[in-house]
């Protein structure tokens, strides 16, 4: 059953990250409380994993599908960008604002723009570019788009938790929505997630009450966090892991006087209403 182009629920939030497990490393469990309060929340992961030193693609499929139940997001899709390579292509860039088009989130999660990897950092630009070109109202995306990708092969999303997976024949899959010509839609807000690098945030999410639940998230990916002998030296054992993402969750949380948080910068500056209504403790 394919939904109706005409009427996409539209997602409160979506998090756009480059490789299956970036989201739940580093902001899952802000989704996972946006979801609890009762907002649309998605995944977008633009690579499948095929580089991976741990697993297949099809193991970080099933793996991602898992994360995202625990984590209650609504939708979540990987793209066919080829990992470790990607680039702030034109194509690509209208793939992302294909996805935005059909999804209308609000609220856009990209990664911080500088870190180690070099695809976290061109999936923060290429996101950006995306949401500024999914508005433009005379950007007509099937047209612009390659003929490669105008056929959509991709299964249509259904209500609830069902999720878009990479499909078992062919690392070519997963691109593309099913969704024809659609308006144009900006997201009202980008929001950088900022874990993965020393930055200072602009403000942090408090998520003592979904701790847990993120790092079960982070668990689900057995292929990458089960003990094993593939990548050991590149890999933290399986123990460390809550060890690391307490620290981590700890830090940002101390910071803003809670248990747990997860940090985030915005470009923008804060506007506040009510001096007395601000959080956080100054002495
Ligand atoms: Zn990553």
């Not at 970080?60 to 997001?73: F, M, Q």
């Not at 390579?85 to 034109?90: H, Q, Y």
Request: overall charge neutral.
């Amino acid at each position: 059953m394919t939904r109706s182009p005409d009427h996409p629920i539209p997602l409160d939030v979506l998090a756009i990250a480059a490789h299956r497990d970036d989201v739940e490393q580093t902001c899952g469990g802000t989704l996972l409380k946006m979801a609890e309060h009762g907002h649309r929340t998605g995944i977008l992961d633009l690579t499948q994993g095929e580089m991976g030193t741990r697993g297949t693609a099809q193991d970080r499929a099933r793996e991602a599908a898992d994360a995202a139940r625990i984590l209650k997001v609504s939708w979540r899709q990987a793209l066919d960008l080829p990992d470790g390579r990607v680039e702030n292509t034109w194509e690509n860039r209208l793939k992302l604002a294909r996805i935005l088009r059909a999804q209308r989130p609000r609220v856009v999660i990209l990664p911080y723009w500088k870190g180690r990897h070099p695809d976290h950092y061109t999936t923060s630009i290429l996101g950006y570019e995306a949401c500024f070109l999914a508005g433009l109202s005379k950007l007509d995306i099937e047209s612009a788009l390659p003929a490669s990708h105008s056929e959509r092969s991709e299964e249509p999303a259904s209500e609830g938790h069902d999720f878009r997976r990479a499909k078992k024949t062919s690392s070519k899959e997963g691109a593309l929505a099913p969704e024809g010509n659609l308006p144009p839609h900006r997201p009202f807000k980008l929001v950088y997630a900022s874990l993965y690098h020393d930055v200072r945030p602009t403000f942090v999410v408090e998520i003592t009450a979904q701790f847990e639940a993120r790092l079960q998230s982070i668990y689900a990916y057995k292929s990458q966090f089960t003990d094993q002998e593939a990548g050991r030296n590149d890999f933290p054992a399986h123990d460390d892991i809550r060890d690391r993402v307490a620290a981590m969750a700890r830090f940002y949380g101390m910071l803003a006087g809670v248990k747990y948080a997860e940090p985030f910068v915005q470009k923008e500056v804060g506007l506040v209403d009510d001096l007395t209504a601000i959080p956080v403790k100054s002495i």
